[in-house]
């Protein structure tokens, strides 16, 4: 199976803040990654997909880069509402495979 | 309103058999591909399997093949998850996800989830 690497696990950050969550793949997968954002007792939501597009109704603070085996997904200005658990996911060969996620977290 | 709408909670003992729905509503059967996911309680998410619309054959994660039975039915658009027997392990939040079909946008449809416990 593809191995999706994220990092960090956990990030402590303040609002305002720049934070930047990397994903790395155990081979290329072209542009085909999607970001998404869980929190505490919901359903994953998408963000980005192929790479570096936002998702229609997501905030611009959002942005996704990269493509290989290199990713990276950005939130320029953190608010409040992005305290949650980011994960990564490759969908350029079955089976599908996530990143182990990166919990960004109050300072 | 495009969703998937998951059935309840469930309770089970080891070595019982089950099987959890997630029932599509505002499109066609044919236009989604309905994944499964699975997230033990305070861990991350496992892709398990996805099934094709008219295509009986769905495509499971080597860690779930032969564990799980992924189905779909055109008639009610919904899509199925069973078990014929249950272990411990199988405890976890499973969620069912939609992929629009010629869409490049991955998982963009979520169901709320279902809380399945064996003890």
């Known amino acids: 199976d593809m191995q999706m690497t994220q990092s960090p696990s956990t990030l402590s950050a303040s609002v305002g803040d720049r934070v930047t969550i990397t994903c790395r793949a155990s081979q290329s997968i072209s542009s085909w990654l999607v970001w998404y954002q869980q929190k505490p007792g919901k359903a994953p939501k998408l963000l980005i997909y192929k790479a570096s597009s936002l998702e229609s109704g997501v905030p611009s603070r959002f942005s996704g880069s990269g493509s290989g085996t290199e990713f990276t997904l950005t939130i320029s200005s953190l608010q409040p509402d992005d305290f949650a658990t980011y994960y990564c996911q490759q969908y350029n060969t079955y089976p599908w495979t996530f990143g182990q996620g990166t919990k960004v977290e109050i300072k | 309103e495009v969703q998937l709408v998951q059935s309840g909670a469930e309770v089970k003992k080891p070595g019982e058999s089950l099987k959890i729905s997630c029932k599509g509503s505002?499109?066609?059967?044919?236009?989604?591909?309905i994944g499964w996911v699975r997230q033990p309680v305070g861990k991350g998410l496992e892709w398990m399997g996805i099934?094709?619309?008219?295509?009986?054959?769905?495509r499971y994660s080597p860690s779930f093949q032969g564990q799980v039975t992924i189905s779909a039915d055109k008639s009610t658009n919904t899509a199925y998850l069973q078990w014929s027997s249950l272990k411990a392990s199988d405890t976890a939040m499973y969620y069912c996800?939609?992929?629009?079909?010629?869409?490049?946008?991955?998982?963009?449809?979520w169901g709320q989830g279902t809380m399945v416990t064996v003890s």
């Open positions: 505002g499109y066609s059967f044919n236009s989604y591909s």
């Open positions: 099934i094709f619309p008219g295509d009986s054959d769905p």
């Open positions: 996800a939609g992929k629009a079909v010629a869409d490049i946008r991955a998982f963009d449809m």
